[in-house]
Every structure is written in C-alpha cells, then in structure tokens.
C-alpha cells in the first residue's frame, strides 16, 4: 500500500511518520521544506516537496497513491477558518484526480458543531469537503493536545496560566504520539465503508486546575489556573500583535464548547488511549522548560 502523509514534522507527524516506517511501509512525505526532516528518517520514506496550498503540487504528489493522511496545517492569518477550507478543497480534489481510496483526517472535537466553534469550524468545512468525493474517510476527533502546553511555557513559570474555560470543567487530553498510533493502525488495518469518525481522547478527561496540579508536582513550583474574561484574552492575544481574525479563531475554540457542549463521541475504550500527562509532561515538558 502507497500511503502518502502531511505535515510529517509536525506534532502528530513526527511520530507517524516513523511508525509506519517501522510498519514495513515506505511513506511518501509531503513537506514544503525537506531540510526539516529528521535525516535519519528521510532515507526510509520519498520525499515531495510540496506546499499544501498549492493545489498542482499535491495533486503531483499524491499521484499513485493508495491512501492519505490528511492535516490543514496551522496558518496564522485574518481567517484560519477560510484557510482551512481552502486546505480541505484541495486535498478534496487530489483524492478525486487521483483515484486515493482511503484518506485519514486530523480532525478535533468540536467539529461535529460545523459552525460556531471558532477555528475548528474550518476542520468541520474540510470533513464535508473529503466526505463528498465518494472515497472512504476517517475523521479523527482529537482532544486537547498535550503539546498546547508548549505555548504555556513562560506562563507555567511565572506560576499562573489564564484559561477562558471553567477551571474545574474536565475535557479530553491527548499526546500527539498516541494519535499517530490510531492513525497508522488505522490507514494499515481493515477497510472501513464510507464515512467514519473515531475520537482520540486521551486516557481521561482533566480539567485545567487539575493540569495545574499536575503540573505543580512535576515542576516543584507552583502552578495555578486562572479563569479570565474573553475581553481580557483577546486583548492579549491582539496584543502579541496577532490579527484580529485569527484571534477570534482562537477564541472560539473554547467559547463555542463551553456552554453545554457534549461531544458526539463519548469516551469508550475505543477512544481512550495510554499515555498519561504525567509521562508526557517529564519526557517532553520538563526538557523544553
């Protein structure tokens, strides 16, 4: 099987990508920029250059492809949700010119709301748009990343970090390496008919003081949530000088699954998944803090 995957630096990827190597499969990696590619990685897959918003260069890319993991990748710009479908378009139309019978989508909870939840509504747009070309679709509906922690860094040390959720509403968390497994098992395992969805959620669902607490006894410091106003968020995100557009995006995410959301996939042991933040915040975190 000729398996074709994006993104293969990013936070999924970079563990995809290997895992299907050891798999026995010689993936073909689509990268706008091939020098940051692991080298010892690069002589066990093809590498393509290829910009995903340049709708020629996939289609080249994904020719003679049997099956694709598809992710919009992040873009920081007036409106993520438009950039996300114009992602989705194209990545629709290689599947139809090139025959790709099976595709994988990096999707997150949320999506199942098409609208009204910020810049996961473009993921939603991307679903419709891959589910229509008639090829079998997996949308993978992927909690809270682990890796968001990254963003957190100077704020984990200065001991407060400001959410705009309920600090005590528990949600779904996820390592990056634990959805790249779901996803090789699920591009190298049976065919499944038509559209399906499978969440990845995590091995449980935590809320953020319960993060902060966590974080606590990993860090030897004190770590506390905080809840702030959307205006107070928005004015800081604004003021790191990103565009107005894309802050809305952002805001969304939460705002638009806090009121009474519940999410179309409950947590079963189909979509819980081993590796604990605890793990994740000592081998990845703590390095990086």
Not at 136 to 156: Q, W, Y
Request: glycine content about 10%; hydrophobic content about 45%.
């Amino acid at each position: 099987m000729r398996i074709a995957i994006t993104t293969p630096t990013g936070n999924v990827g970079r563990h995809l990508l290997p895992a299907l190597i050891r798999a026995g499969t010689r993936p073909r990696v689509l990268i706008r920029d091939p020098e940051r590619l692991d080298p010892e990685l690069a002589p066990y897959a093809d590498v393509v250059t290829a910009d995903q918003g340049d709708r020629d260069a996939v289609l080249a890319a994904t020719e003679d492809v049997d099956a694709l993991y598809w992710v919009d990748p992040p873009t920081v710009g007036p409106d993520p949700v438009g950039a996300y479908e114009r992602f989705g378009a194209i990545a629709a139309e290689a599947v139809r010119a090139n025959g790709i019978g099976r595709v994988v989508f990096q999707s997150s909870v949320g999506a199942e709301k098409r609208h009204g939840a910020g810049e996961i509504d473009g993921l939603a747009r991307t679903e419709l748009l891959l589910e229509e070309t008639g090829a079998d679709v997996l949308h993978l509906r992927n909690g809270f990343f682990f890796s968001n922690l990254m963003f957190e860094r100077e704020a984990i040390r200065a001991g407060t970090i400001a959410v705009i959720l309920p600090v005590d509403a528990p949600m779904a968390w996820v390592a990056p390496r634990d959805i790249a497994e779901v996803a090789a098992g699920r591009l190298l395992g049976p065919d499944w008919p038509g559209r399906a969805v499978q969440a990845v959620h995590g091995p449980a669902d935590l809320s953020w003081a319960e993060v902060a607490g966590l974080l606590t006894e990993a860090t030897g410091r004190p770590v506390r949530a905080e809840r702030i106003s959307d205006d107070a968020m928005r004015e800081r995100l604004t003021g790191a000088g990103l565009p107005p557009g894309y802050v809305e995006g952002v805001l969304g995410m939460s705002t638009g699954l806090r009121e009474g959301f519940v999410p179309e996939q409950p947590r079963t042991p189909l979509t819980t998944t081993p590796t604990t933040l605890e793990s994740w915040i000592r081998e990845e975190l703590l390095p990086a803090l």
